[in-house]
């Protein structure tokens, strides 16, 4: 699979072939990366990654990782570090080109400066509220500020005094001159600068005003040389503003392109509610493995490639709309398909006692680590006279279609032998089954010369005297119903869907010895069971804990056969 998106698969690439057919950057393709450093990435965001270094890959071009820095009141350092972790870890490099905008705030400001010589920009002293009120509406034009027609010596001025922090927060801000009678209302003379004194976490207190995002943007894309400037749909209506501050200035042409951002069914991907379940502890950290972060995705399990994958095959369109988070399900289930070996691991065992078999005989049955590739080749895995099962691979009173293990029913256990039931011993107060007592043909050995006799069910089994004890963590959707989040949904509203069933910790799961020592972030396929990863917290030493990437059952794959 290539790293890249399909060259010639989107409209953005049909964009950018015109502008090279004509001529407009020499053929140059440099795209950019701007997150703001106050969350971490998340499956959304990996879309735009994709979709900025695939097409700096396709076009033999550049795409820069910008930290979009402009407000200084909640970016972290944490956050900074984790975005380029995930970058890299998602397989892109911006080789020597890391940027903040915040490197460019002098220049920012003599550009501001040029505008009021222009007579294109002016400080006004009318409050955030007042300023709203003058904007107007869709339907009504704006009111002209008082302040509107200062001289350019006293707006020089005032801008002076505004940046060596003589006025207070909120006092005074630098709007441009454009038209309050716009029917764009991003054109009705849109702030500029504000007053903020807060520290910022790279220029610490050398600033007391700051850029607001559609001057700071298209100044830093122009600045950087960025061609094809890309960004989700809701900017659209800025896209003017944009054009505006980059030919009132006459510097480079980047160009903004706008695409739908991503939505994932059963899932919140606003970074201030991801912050909130983060902070309010409705989950373990930022890598909660049920969270859609990449921090999340990859403790789950989730590869690299499964999201690439995932990328590419949701395309990029001008419409906005929700994908079915059994897509990405599905990718990753195709790609460890793959290479994950199989294992056997029960998950809820049952002790089954072979009463036959001698008491002290261990036998090592050889078990194909993947049946999807024969290259990864054998294992030998212990077999002896006590085994688990999986509690729901037995029924006492079965119904006839049944075709795991009951009362004188036969069964195979994976790669190893025929068994029959012979009796159960239960818990007398209870009546729980506690142990199942079993009779094994020792002519049915896998691989070896069979009866010929055919049964129904296999069922995977541990060898009791050999099993490794884990944790395994399985997951459900973190929100409730189809919905996707809405955006416009600003209250705790979202919170009412979490769903409380989301995990389920099982503490007693059998696993075989060979996964002893295995590395935090390996993955298996546990046979019937699923995909599992081993998480980080089995570095903590109390034993091997894995979380459920994915059942093995796909609903994806299921919902397209329907519909063909
Ligand atoms: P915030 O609303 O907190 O600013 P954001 O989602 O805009 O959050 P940014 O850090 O500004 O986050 O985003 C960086 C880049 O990722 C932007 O170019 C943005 O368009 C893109 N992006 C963010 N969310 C999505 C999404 N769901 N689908 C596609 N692209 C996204
Ligand atoms: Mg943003």
Redesign the pocket.
């Given at each position: 699979m290539s790293i890249a998106s399909s060259p010639t698969g989107n409209f953005i690439q049909a964009i950018i072939n015109e502008d090279n057919r004509i001529g407009r950057y020499e053929g140059r393709v440099h795209t950019r990366?701007?997150?703001?450093p106050?969350?971490y990435l998340h499956i959304?965001?990996a879309?735009?990654i994709c979709l900025n270094f695939g097409l700096a890959i396709d076009n033999h071009g550049m795409c820069n990782l910008r930290f979009?820095d402009t407000n200084p009141t909640k970016e972290e350092v944490e956050y900074v570090d984790s975005i380029q972790y995930d970058v890299r870890w998602l397989g892109f490099s911006w080789d020597d080109r890391m940027f903040y905008a915040s490197d460019y705030f002098e220049q920012m400001y003599q550009y501001a400066c040029e505008l009021i010589r222009q007579g294109k920009a002016y400080v006004c002293d009318l409050s955030p509220r007042e300023i709203r009120e003058y904007r107007g509406t869709l339907t009504e034009p704006g009111r002209e500020s008082p302040y509107r027609n200062r001289s350019v010596e006293e707006n020089l001025d005032l801008f002076e005094r505004m940046r060596a922090g003589e006025f207070e927060d909120g006092a005074r801000v630098l709007r441009a001159k454009i038209d309050m009678a716009s029917g764009n209302l991003n054109l009705r003379d849109p702030v500029l600068y504000r007053i903020l004194k807060a520290e910022h976490h790279r220029t610490g207190g050398e600033w007391c005003i700051y850029p607001m995002y559609d001057y700071a943007h298209p100044l830093s894309d122009s600045i950087e040389g960025v061609t094809h400037s890309i960004?989700?749909l809701e900017f659209a209506d800025h896209r003017p503003l944009y054009d505006w501050v980059l030919e009132e200035l006459k510097v480079y042409q980047s160009r903004q392109i706008e695409f739908a951002?991503?939505?994932l069914t059963n899932t919140v991907?606003?970074?201030?509610k991801l912050r909130r379940l983060v902070e309010e502890g409705h989950v373990i950290g930022w890598d909660d493995p049920r969270l859609p972060t990449i921090s999340g995705l990859r403790r789950r399990g989730y590869t690299p490639e499964s999201i690439r994958d995932f990328c590419e095959r949701i395309g990029v369109a001008k419409r906005n709309s929700t994908v079915d988070i059994a897509l990405l399900e599905h990718c990753v289930r195709e790609d460890l398909n793959q290479r994950a070996s199989r294992v056997m691991a029960v998950l809820r065992p049952l002790k089954v006692v072979i009463d036959n078999y001698p008491e002290d005989l261990v036998e090592e049955m050889y078990i194909e680590n993947n049946p999807e590739n024969a290259a990864m080749g054998l294992r030998k895995v212990p077999f002896s006279r006590v085994v688990y099962i999986e509690r729901e691979d037995f029924m006492e009173d079965p119904p006839k279609k049944f075709f795991r293990l009951a009362p004188g029913r036969e069964v195979r256990l994976k790669s190893a032998y025929i068994i029959k039931c012979e009796s159960v011993v239960k818990d007398e107060k209870t009546g729980e089954v506690l142990e199942v007592h079993c009779s094994y043909d020792p002519e049915t050995k896998s691989g070896g010369a069979e009866s010929g006799r055919k049964v129904k069910g296999t069922l995977h089994w541990v060898s009791a005297a050999h099993a490794l004890a884990a944790e395994a963590r399985l997951y459900d959707h973190l929100m409730l119903g189809e919905e996707s989040e809405d955006e416009a949904d600003e209250g705790d509203d979202f919170l009412r869907q979490l769903n409380p069933r989301s995990i389920e910790v099982l503490k007693d799961v059998k696993v075989e010895p060979g996964l002893a020592g295995a590395a935090a972030g390996s993955s298996y396929q546990f046979l019937r069971q699923g995909y599992f990863c081993v998480d980080p917290d089995s570095e903590k030493g109390g034993g091997l804990v894995f979380n459920r990437i994915v059942s093995l059952r796909d609903t994806w794959a299921k919902v397209q056969k329907a519909a063909e």
């Open positions: 990366f701007p997150p703001e106050n969350g959304g965001h879309k735009s979009d960004c989700t951002r991503l939505n991907m606003s970074k201030r």
